[in-house]
């Protein structure tokens, strides 16, 4: 018979078997952080929740907005529904999106009084006029 040899095992001071990979994947672990720009900075960095904290406490309300003034007055008839969805109501008059909603106002429509889906469009009642889809 032939003499084999004992494979010998690496153990742990208690004596319990130890596993050759457990340095490895914490080696690999370390470089990947390392490689990706170091632990320290991701330690150290705020979050961004507490960024945008700050940064939205600097922003008044409600934010000013710039009058846009027309080149002509718009006049009911030059509004059109481009749709109806949800109790509110997109309008296009020339190149110019609107969306209103019931109480708003938009020029020379008045208050919106009523906003009324129908299968082929629907109806946007307001104090000054009335569109209809065709």
Do not use: C, F, W
């Not at 009058?67 to 997109?90: F, R, T």
């Not at 208050?111 to 209809?132: Q, Y």
């Amino acid at each position: 018979m032939a003499k084999t040899a004992k494979a010998k095992t690496d153990t742990a001071a208690d004596g319990a078997p130890r596993s050759r990979r457990t340095p490895v994947i914490a080696a690999g672990a370390l470089s990947m952080l390392l490689a990706l720009g170091g632990g320290a900075y991701v330690v150290t960095q705020p979050s961004h929740a507490e960024a945008s904290a700050e940064t939205v406490a600097d922003i008044p309300v409600p934010m000013p907005v710039s009058v846009v003034a027309a080149a002509h007055p718009v006049q009911a008839s030059d509004y059109e529904i481009v749709s109806i969805y949800g109790g509110e109501a997109i309008l296009a008059a020339g190149a110019n999106l609107i969306r209103v909603k019931v109480g708003s106002t938009a020029p020379a429509l008045g208050t919106v009084l009523e906003i009324n889906p129908s299968g082929t469009g629907g109806t946007v009642v307001a104090t000054e006029a009335t569109l209809r889809s065709l």
